[in-house]
């Protein structure tokens, strides 16, 4: 009777730690058809407060080719971000501020089938981060149908999966010149927006402020023109101490559209796009209109204690390019069409940092008179405001006269007229002035010169007297 009872225990145990591994979190791969079975779709099963995520998937390379990644709903309004740029692995990560809770499709990989076998995931690799910063260590990985050496349904974890992935992402890390280097770095990728985003407005943060700090009293003495420029060039020069830095936003020149205070002339607002971003940022050009067509690049200097190699994502712009140059990181990226908001986050050393780029919607002629973008047009936009039911100049659409509108003019204006950042001249070096000569000083006269004694007459030959020798 020993050995049935003990073989009771053993299957009792075996159930629970299924029941556990059920009711806990859990990632699958499976299926979802296309002509040639070539689709896949990652759910997320029973999860809890899940702020964070990175998962890694193997794939054999005999049987599927080109990966692509789409967003699932169940981490709808995440900031994601992909790599697939190894061959044979794509690895998904995603962070959010609203916890994740629930099941659903957390993303659906399509693929290009090579030959007529199925299946060909060969493993799945998660790792899931809580809200309160907790690593999850047993959470289940389920493939179906993989057509691979593992069993359908079969629960397991790819540790080994995981190392190899992070040294095969260092080589290609190495290979783009990455001024970093010891980590994988997880590319880019265009989030979903809601819209065209055209009602979509900017947050309200401090920039380079730690979370949690205390917030910069506002100033109470009304500020005007130039020394409101000042002032807002001077809150963009000063970043917040590194070591505190969790999330990070840099001022927009939307913020600094928002928070102005003094009196608009054309003067004032082109003033506020020559301000840059911040040090160690820059964008050529320096203001993009969202046409569909015109390209930005955002150089992004990779400070000097970076201990892995960024992560990048973009919302409202689509990746076309990512390289080195230097000790800068370059995203290429094309604006969506008709957006003034797009953004890139990099996410580095635990810290998200969050850069908006200089882009607005290009504006329609027929909204200025006489459809001329000069300095007349820009005093008439000034002045003329409408009133809070009937808006004048509503450039974005949304039903309010307001810094956004403003913004919208100004960058069309200074891409109509080339207006350029002046460099500063160098103070020039002051002449010393010439010393006046004083009066010059009478030359001495000069001493006659003493005539010259005659020297006396040379006797001539001849009247020398010849004496004759005696012979």
Do not use: C
Not at 157 to 182: F, I, V
């Amino acid at each position: 009777m020993r050995t049935p009872l003990k073989n009771l225990f053993l299957m009792l145990a075996l159930l629970s730690l299924q029941a556990t591994a059920a009711f806990g979190a859990q990632i699958s791969v499976s299926p979802s058809g296309g002509k040639t079975g070539n689709i896949f779709v990652v759910q997320g099963i029973n999860l809890t407060n899940i702020a964070g995520f990175k998962i890694t998937v193997k794939y054999d390379t005999s049987k599927l080719a080109k990966p692509k990644v789409t967003e699932g709903s169940l981490i709808s309004g995440a900031m994601m971000v992909q790599n697939t740029a190894i061959p044979g692995s794509v690895i998904i990560a995603a962070a959010t501020t609203t916890p994740i809770n629930g099941s659903g499709p957390i993303a659906t990989l399509t693929f290009e089938r090579i030959g007529s076998s199925s299946g060909g995931i060969l493993s799945i690799t998660p790792e899931l981060t809580t809200a309160d910063l907790k690593n999850l260590s047993d959470v289940g990985a389920e493939i179906s149908d993989s057509g691979g050496e593992q069993t359908a349904g079969t629960m397991l974890t790819d540790k080994t999966g995981d190392k190899t992935g992070d040294k095969t992402g260092d080589k290609t890390g190495d290979k783009t010149g990455g001024p970093t280097g010891g980590t994988t770095w997880l590319g880019s990728v265009t989030l979903p927006t809601e819209g065209d985003m055209k009602e979509e407005k900017p947050k309200e943060e401090a920039p380079s402020a730690p979370m949690g700090s205390e917030p910069r009293r506002e100033e109470t003495a009304a500020v005007v023109g130039e020394t409101e420029v000042a002032r807002l060039s001077e809150e963009t020069k000063q970043p917040a101490a590194a070591s505190e830095k969790k999330y990070v936003a840099h001022k927009s020149v939307q913020n600094r559209f928002k928070e102005f205070k003094g009196e608009q002339t054309p003067k004032s607002l082109t003033a506020l796009f020559e301000m840059g971003v911040m040090p160690g940022i820059r964008q050529e050009p320096a203001i993009v209109l969202s046409d569909g067509k015109s390209k930005v690049k955002v150089f992004i200097e990779s400070p000097p204690t970076a201990k892995e190699a960024p992560n990048f994502a973009l919302k409202g712009a689509k990746l076309i390019s990512l390289k080195t140059e230097g000790k800068s990181w370059v995203v290429e990226a094309l604006p969506k069409e008709k957006v003034n908001v797009a953004t890139i986050t990099v996410l580095q050393d635990g810290t998200m940092t969050e850069i908006q780029l200089t882009v607005a919607q290009p504006l329609d002629p027929a909204a200025i008179k006489g459809g001329l973008l000069d300095e007349a047009s820009f005093n008439l936009f000034i002045k003329e405001r409408g009133t809070e039911k009937a808006p004048k100049f509503d450039l974005n659409g949304d039903g309010v006269r307001d810094y956004l509108d403003d913004y919208i003019f100004t960058a069309n204006y200074m891409v109509k007229n080339e207006v350029k950042k002046k460099p500063k001249e160098e103070p020039k070096a002051k002449e010393v002035p010439k010393l006046k000569e004083g009066p010059k000083l009478k030359e001495e006269p000069k001493l006659k010169e003493e005539p010259k004694t005659k020297g006396e007459p040379k006797l001539k030959q001849k009247d020398v007297p010849k004496t004759e020798l005696k012979k």
